[in-house]
């Protein structure tokens, strides 16, 4: 008998040291063929002779009776939350906050706190009580005062030790979390059941520790991070009682707890800040769930004497990442047109911040998309942003509505962008069938297409970083369906594209934040109206020079009023042009979108309403080369003097400058009579300051 005892016990020792390895240090010495073939003998053994049986036994974690209800256990400490900080101004308001209150209560004079920050685990909340080194009871926080007793469920969690090294009394405060593999294992199998699946794996991981089956924790593989020692009794032990957080981490590491290793001691704030920045690149990539850092005053003394708010502990702050999730409103739904034809749906919310950026835009995919939602324009919605993907609208809030919001009409708004009749086609298989709304008529992508690239281009907006595989990627993607969204963009609208990065993002919003101040002229030349040119974008901006136009809206309803015949009236205003501008500003789609820049901040600047004439209405030509300016450069002085630039040579012209290696104008003009400037009389007649 004495030889079953002995191998219970090495039986025992060996798994555990296993388990201690692989679950609580990662660090394998075996597979899990052998830890599950020596649990397997184990368990043999103690059926046969339970008189053996011990509660501390690795058999004890394969679950036991299932359970009517959990117990109630009161907390031999109060549990309390942190409260949270969301940037660097918060985290150092909250430090400055205890500066003052230990100074105060004379806890400290200089008070030049260390920090020990943490990760902050994503998952549920457990407190373990040990006796003597047996885990006794594990408690849920439940509402800090009085918990749930889940003891049968966590003894299943192998990174969790029933019995400790040293016979000591302790009260231990950790977080349950369920790895991400098993997460997708867990929701794998749920799909093939037809089960509901589980949002998250800290919802997974809350489900799995309040089963009243512990067969069913035991088969979801969770794991464990003990943090914070409550309560310690070292008893006859010659256990150090820690003065630190951070001797804290390295005592319940000896005492066999799996501890995140992935802690730093920050001197101050900026090196907090610094270790922050560092986590928010890497933090989806690791196994477990973080939603931001645990800063806690290292000094537990000091800790413990700047005491407690109303609900959190004042020495420690949860310095949390940017939300993945966020609110805002649909305000409205457009229709982006792809290369192929297709029509999808884009919502078009109230900006708002989501994982660290503003978004304005939120991909509804198709018409089933919209449909299963029940989405309605003026609806409260919750956006979601997972890694470097546009958001998607994950909920809508149906309690918030007002009974003022709109059904969207897939169909009708299809065709209105399409400009004609849209064919609806199934496309997918199997489960991923969906409707999807194809334009009848294909070349309409391309020619919306070309019309945004003529608009940002130099001689139109000149929105720098904004080339035609940009537009395209844009278009794709339905951030941009028509001009005036370019000003709507914000940085988070396209930093997840790719191609793209923050810095590039950066960069492409602010050229279209300085492109927005902008001439009546190169503003109508970059609307690619049929027939007005830069020359009659010229004719038309003086035309109107006495309205003082300081916007787009102002423009389009200006226009708007002017007939075919006035405009005809206008010299160097011919009738197809004529045509164009009444065709344009009298079209309800073009007055939208223009009264949309306005909105977005597009305005007037200072044109040639407001310049000296000193060349009104003179025609010049340029041929050669000049070496002082660009030809582009050259055209922009002569308009804004109040002159015109033409390609030909004529009766009608009243200057040619010549630059270097003047060719066949050079020679007309000389036979007509024009007068012939070089580029040095050319750059003294403007004056300019060279």
Request: glycine share 6%; proline share 2%; with cysteine.
């Amino acid at each position: 008998m004495n030889e079953i005892v002995e191998r219970i016990e090495k039986l025992r020792i060996e798994i555990d040291r296993l388990r201690d390895l692989y679950h609580v240090k990662d660090d394998p010495e075996t597979d899990d063929v052998v830890y599950s073939s020596l649990m397997k003998e184990l368990k043999i053994l103690e059926d046969k002779y339970p008189k053996f049986r011990s509660l501390t036994s690795p058999t004890q974690r394969m679950g036991s009776k299932t359970l009517d209800k959990f117990d109630k256990v009161i907390h031999k400490v109060r549990q309390w939350s942190l409260c949270d900080v969301f940037s660097i101004k918060e985290l150092i308001a909250w430090e400055e906050k205890n500066k003052r209150f230990a100074r105060k209560k004379q806890i400290c004079d200089e008070c030049d706190f260390k920090y020990c920050v943490e990760n902050k685990i994503d998952g549920l909340k457990i407190i373990l009580e040990y006796k003597k080194g047996e885990l006794i009871t594990a408690s849920t926080r439940g509402d800090g005062k009085i918990g749930e007793d889940v003891t049968n469920n966590v003894k299943t969690i192998k990174s969790v030790p029933l019995k400790l090294p040293v016979s000591i009394d302790i009260v231990v405060v950790g977080e349950i979390w369920l790895p991400k593999k098993e997460f997708k294992r867990i929701n794998d199998k749920r799909r093939e059941n037809d089960e509901v699946l589980f949002a998250n794996s800290r919802n997974a991981a809350v489900g799995s520790i309040r089963q009243l089956d512990s067969k069913v924790s035991a088969n979801r593989n969770l794991s464990t991070f003990i943090y914070s020692i409550d309560l310690l009794d070292t008893l006859d032990t010659d256990l150090k009682i820690p003065e630190t957080q951070e001797e804290c981490l390295q005592t319940l590491r000896e005492l066999g707890f799996k501890v995140n290793k992935d802690y730093r001691i920050c001197n101050n704030i900026l090196e907090i800040e610094e270790y922050y920045k560092s986590w928010i690149d890497k933090k989806d990539d690791q196994e477990y769930g973080i939603d931001g850092l645990a800063i806690k005053i290292n000094d537990r003394k000091i800790h413990k004497s700047l005491g407690y708010t109303g609900k959190s502990p004042r020495g420690s702050v949860a310095y949390k990442f940017p939300a993945q999730r966020a609110t805002t409103v649909v305000e409205n739904i457009k229709i982006q047109i792809g290369r192929t034809g297709v029509a999808t749906p884009v919502a078009h919310v109230i900006p708002v911040l989501v994982a660290g950026s503003v978004v304005s835009r939120a991909t509804l995919h198709n018409e089933d998309e919209i449909k299963r939602l029940g989405l309605r324009i003026g609806d409260s919605v919750v956006i979601q942003k997972a890694g470097d993907i546009i958001p998607d609208i994950v909920e809508v809030l149906v309690n918030m509505r007002t009974g003022k919001e709109k059904e969207f009409d897939m169909k009708s708004a299809a065709e209105k962008e399409c400009g004609g009749e849209v064919i609806k086609e199934i496309i997918g298989v199997n489960n991923k069938k969906s409707a999807a709304y194809y334009c009848k008529d294909k070349n309409s992508f391309a020619v919306r297409k070309e019309n945004i690239v003529h608009f940002v281009s130099k001689k139109g907006m000149n929105i720098d970083g904004a080339g035609e595989k940009i537009i395209e990627q844009l278009m794709n993607e339905g951030i941009v369906i028509d001009i005036s969204d370019l000003f709507k963009l914000t940085i988070g609208d396209i930093e997840c594209l790719e191609r793209f990065e923050k810095k590039s993002a950066r960069n492409l919003v602010s050229a279209i934040e300085n492109s927005k101040n902008v001439t009546i002229a190169k503003f109508l030349f970059a609307l690619g109206i049929r027939y007005i040119g830069e020359e009659t974008a010229l004719i038309v901006e003086k035309f109107l020079m006495n309205k003082k136009l300081i916007s787009p809206k102002e423009l389009v309803d200006e226009c708007g009023l002017i007939s075919l015949e006035e405009w005809k009236e206008i010299e160097g205003i011919g009738e197809k042009a004529s045509q164009s501008l009444v065709q344009y500003f009298n079209s309800e789609k073009n007055v939208k979108v223009l009264n949309n820049m306005t909105l977005y901040g597009v305005n007037f600047s200072t044109s040639v309403n407001e310049v000296n004439y000193i060349f009104d209405a003179k025609v010049f030509v340029l041929t050669g080369s000049l070496f002082t300016m660009t030809r582009d450069e050259a055209k922009e002085k002569i308009r804004n003097a109040g002159g015109r630039v033409s390609s030909t040579v004529s009766d009608s012209t009243d200057y040619l400058v010549a630059g270097e290696k003047a060719g066949s104008k050079l020679k007309k003009a000389k036979e007509l009579n024009i007068e012939i400037i070089s580029e040095e009389e050319f750059v003294k007649m403007f004056k300019f300051n060279l």
